[in-house]
């Protein structure tokens, strides 16, 4: 295999990427090799005698190339072979001689061997190796395989490819575009995805989670709706059927809102702790797009966390199993008065009264299903809800100064009643209370719930 170098290749290479050049700096080695790569050098550089200035660095000491690049204006480029001996006899390593020439030179240095790269070297078309290796790998093979190796002609044309660093590309603010097809850049950024993968599927994870749960509430928002419509027939089937209902969203309710407090929320802790840790040990002279992308990272998990806590709240308020129905009531409404202006009171006598948690989530959801519908359709500008126990009984009142309606009788002559109507009264007839409505338009509406302790 015969190792040459097309010179004319390189000085066209730099004179493409750096088209202001007016002076190339050859520094080769003096063995008997150099020599060789020293004539083929000067036979490429006729071509361009009148338009570039060459100044070889071969046979000196490795102190007089240091102060030649240093002295270097940017219309210069270095073309580096390899120098693993001086003037002198000094013996260089190729890495460390390359590393030293890269640290004193101000302009971009190109090499003719991949050896060269990472060491502070841009790149070239470059002797590869690897590539020398397996050609030289099937030559063995096939002699192995009986054909005579007199048989087989020299390769006169080396396996070569354009190899350059993506740390001196960025260094010389050279772009990828310029570069010759087919090049291999070494030293690219670690991408956000392959660097964080696990990370990443784990926020994918909750995003898929959230939109399963999302996607079961809808299926059973569907359903309910369905159920209501097929029961308006038969009033005694529809209470029933809405007592079970109710029982039934209230544990499906508390179990999707342990799922998000246990297992999404914890994970989104876990996550948001992982993702600081992650830009605290990041260098702070890193890549701008890695701070940004954990920046962006950190600000979508806050959301998340903060979506997840309010549909928490929405599910099931844990104010009301940790403190009671009244401060549970006071919480509740505190956000519709941030979000709709309307002025909501609550009355409430003794407040540290606790009673059964089946008794407090009945309550609770009938005030929520009374708030909704003040928000909805009541256009009142203030609502007040009385709790106060008396006589052995718990009185709920929820009541608001809006348009109110007409209360619509039924064929039997008693009043007729809505979905969410339905489902507060069902909710007080099961832990043993009574459910009662008035309204008139522009009287408002009242609701009146009480309840035997």
């Not at 150099?34 to 046979?59: M, N, R, W, Y």
């Not at 690049?69 to 000094?90: H, M, N, W």
Request: proline share 4%.
């Amino acid at each position: 295999m015969n190792e040459e170098n097309d010179f004319a290749s390189y000085i066209k290479l730099i004179l493409q990427l750096h088209p202001k050049t007016k002076q190339i700096v050859f520094i080769n080695e003096w063995t008997t090799t150099g020599q060789g790569v020293h004539k083929a050098f000067l036979d490429a550089t006729i071509p361009f005698q009148q338009s570039i200035q060459f100044l070889l660095l071969e046979d000196v000491y490795i102190d007089e190339i240091l102060n030649q690049l240093q002295l270097l204006t940017p219309e210069s480029i270095v073309l580096y072979t390899a120098f693993s001996k001086d003037k002198s006899g000094r013996i260089f390593e190729y890495a460390d001689v390359a590393a030293l020439i890269a640290r004193n030179c101000p302009v971009p240095i190109y090499t003719t061997n991949d050896f060269n790269l990472g060491h502070g070297v841009l790149g070239g078309f470059t002797v590869n190796g690897y590539d020398q290796g397996e050609t030289a790998g099937k030559i063995a093979l096939r002699i192995l395989q009986g054909e005579s190796a007199g048989d087989i002609p020299v390769l006169m044309e080396t396996p070569k490819r354009y190899l350059f660093d993506y740390n001196q590309m960025q260094k010389f603010r050279i772009s990828p575009d310029r570069l010759p097809q087919n090049s291999v850049i070494i030293n690219l950024p670690e991408t956000l995805y392959f660097k964080y993968k696990k990370w990443i599927g784990a926020v994918a994870a909750v995003f898929v989670a959230l939109l399963l749960i999302i996607s079961i509430l809808l299926i059973n928002i569907k359903k309910r709706k369905q159920t209501e419509m097929e029961l308006k027939g038969s009033q005694e089937q529809l209470r029933a059927l809405a007592w079970r209902l109710a029982e039934t969203e209230d544990k499906e309710r508390k179990r999707l809102s342990r799922v998000l407090h246990d297992e999404i929320g914890q994970n989104l802790t876990i996550l948001g702790v992982n993702l600081n840790l992650f830009r605290s040990l990041v260098p702070k002279d890193s890549d701008d797009m890695i701070h940004s992308r954990i920046n962006d990272s950190l600000v979508v998990v806050k959301q998340t966390t903060e979506r997840t806590r309010n549909l928490m709240n929405e599910l099931r308020s844990p104010v009301l199993d940790d403190y009671g129905l009244v401060a549970a009531i006071e919480l509740y409404v505190k956000s519709f008065k941030e979000r709709t202006g309307i002025d909501f009171i609550v009355r409430a006598s003794e407040t540290d009264t606790r009673l059964p948690i089946h008794v407090e989530n009945a309550l609770f959801r009938i005030v929520q299903e009374s708030v909704t519908n003040v928000v909805k359709h009541s256009k009142a500008a203030q609502v007040v809800i009385n709790v106060r126990i008396t006589d052995g009984k718990l009185h709920l009142s929820v009541e608001d100064n809006g348009i109110g309606f007409d209360m619509p009788l039924s064929n039997s002559g008693k009043q007729k009643r809505g979905w969410g109507l339905v489902t507060m009264s069902e909710r007080a007839l099961g832990i043993g209370g009574t459910y009662n409505i008035k309204s008139q338009p522009g009287f408002g509406t009242h609701v009146i719930v009480e309840v035997p302790l």
